[in-house]
C-alpha cells in the first residue's frame, strides 16, 4: 500500500440558475489535421462535444480550412473557426495565429492538440499558444509531443496550463525534462505526475487505470473508471470536459486549477462506468461517453 497522500476531490459548484451562456465560458478547441498521410478532425470536435456537454456555454473549434464544412456538421452546435493552410493542407503558422488572435478576447479557455497532427507548423502554432499564456490552456494529444520536441520548451509555459498525457506521451514529456520516472506502474505512477508537474510548473493529468492529477503541490487519484473508457477518442472528451471546468469554475475562489482538472477526471471516469452498467466494458463510442457526461454531473450534485 502507498503511503502517499491524496487530496480529497473538490464538490462541483452549483450551475447559476440565472446565466446565459457567456455566465459559463467559451471554449477554443484548435486541432485537426488536413495534410498526408492522414487526415483527422474527429479528436477535435470531440473535445468540443465533451466541452459543451460539461457545461461550457459556447464551443469554438479551429480546424484546418479544407475540414471547416465538415465540422459543422458533426458538430452545428460549435462555432468553427477555418485556419489557412498551405497548398498540401499544411497549416500557414503566422496566419492561422492571425486568426486565432482576433478570437481570443471572447475565448475563456484553450484546448489545443486533438487531432492536430505534427507538422512544423503545427509545433510552431502550439508554442506560441504555451507562449502567450492569456487564458488557461490545455495541451491534450499531438501537442504534448509537438511540445516535448522543442528544446527548452519548458522556459516557454506561461500562465495556466494542463497537459493531459497518457504514460506514452508522459515518458516523452519526462525524457525532454531529463526526468527519470516511470508513468506505468500504479505504484509510482503519482511521484511521477507530481515530478512532471513540478518541472512544468503546470498542472499534469496522467491518464491510464486509477489517472492521477497533479499541480506539482497536490495530488488526486480517480478510482472511478473501466476499460469501456479504453476506446479512440475518449482522451478528447476528456479534455473538453476541463476546458468545461475551467470555463465556468476558474474565477470561483474555492476551486484551484489542479483540483478543477481533477474533478473533470473523475466526471469522465463516472461516464465510462455509467456506460459500462449499460454496456459492459467493450464496445464504446467516444462520443458515447460525452453524451453521459451531464447525467453524471447531475448525480453529482444531487449526493453534494
Known sequence: MTAFAFEPLPALPARIADGHKGSFGTVLVVGGCAHQPRRMLGGAMLAARGALRAGAGRAIVAVPESLAAEALVILPEATVIALATDAHGELLASAAAEALDAVMAEVSVVVVGPAMGRSVSAGQLVMRLVALGEKPLIIDADAIRLFASHIDSVR??????????????????????????????????????LALAQRLGAVVVLKGAGTVTSDGLRTWRCDAGNAALATGGSGDVLSGVVAAM???????????????????????????????DAHGDSGALAHEIADLVPDVMRAIRARD
Open 156 to 193: 516557454d509555459v506561461r500562465g495556466t496550463v494542463v497537459f493531459t498525457p497518457h504514460p506514452g506521451e508522459a515518458r516523452d514529456l519526462a525524457q525532454a525534462l531529463s526526468l527519470s520516472v516511470d508513468c506505468v506502474d500504479p505504484a509510482a505512477r503519482p511521484c511521477a505526475a
Open 246 to 276: 475551467f470555463g465556468q469554475f476558474q474565477r470561483n475562489p474555492s476551486m484551484c486549477a489542479g483540483g478543477l482538472s481533477a474533478l473533470a477526471v473523475e466526471i469522465h471516469a463516472r461516464a465510462g462506468d455509467l456506460w459500462r
